[in-house]
């Protein structure tokens, strides 16, 4: 197996439903990676997606300055044809989403295998108590989070970086 370097920068990132925690994922990847011009692309997607965004996660992104017009609540089923974005990373953000078995993903590193997976969970913001204040702050909390794990991807050299030295890199910015 050849441990050369990932190629791609698209990075899927997967939650059950796909309304909140994956939405905030990649609305926080995508923004990030413009305003450090980096070539890096975020896609989100769940098993069972509800086919609504949470509008706490809507609300959260707007406020950050991220326009999300032309997000919406996807099936991981759309990454897993050829002519989906080859991926570098899968990154799932809720428990329930890591222990379901994933599709097969087609990945972008030189020996044509799966992307580099990574669970980096996140409680349910949606869950929060406190009425819809307390979600707009669990959600706003989330999307802070979010942004710094974001930020330390980011500073990574995605393009010369093989499937070891990355997957190692990952799971440290998961436990920090």
Known sequence: MNNGPLMSSHILILCTHNSARSVLSEGML?????????????????????????????????????????????????????????????ITVCDSAAAEQCPVFFGSNPDGGQPVKVHWGYPDPSNAEGGDEGKRRAFELTRQAIGYRMLQLLALPLDTMDRAALQTALIEIGRS
């Open 30 to 90: 995508n923004h990030l990676a413009a305003r450090l011009g980096r070539d890096v692309v975020a896609h989100s997607a769940g098993s069972a997606p509800s086919g609504r965004l949470n509008p706490f996660a809507i609300e959260a992104l707007n406020n950050a300055g991220i326009a999300t017009s032309a997000y919406r609540s996807k099936s991981w089923d759309e990454f897993t044809t050829p002519d989906s974005p080859a991926l570098s990373i899968v």
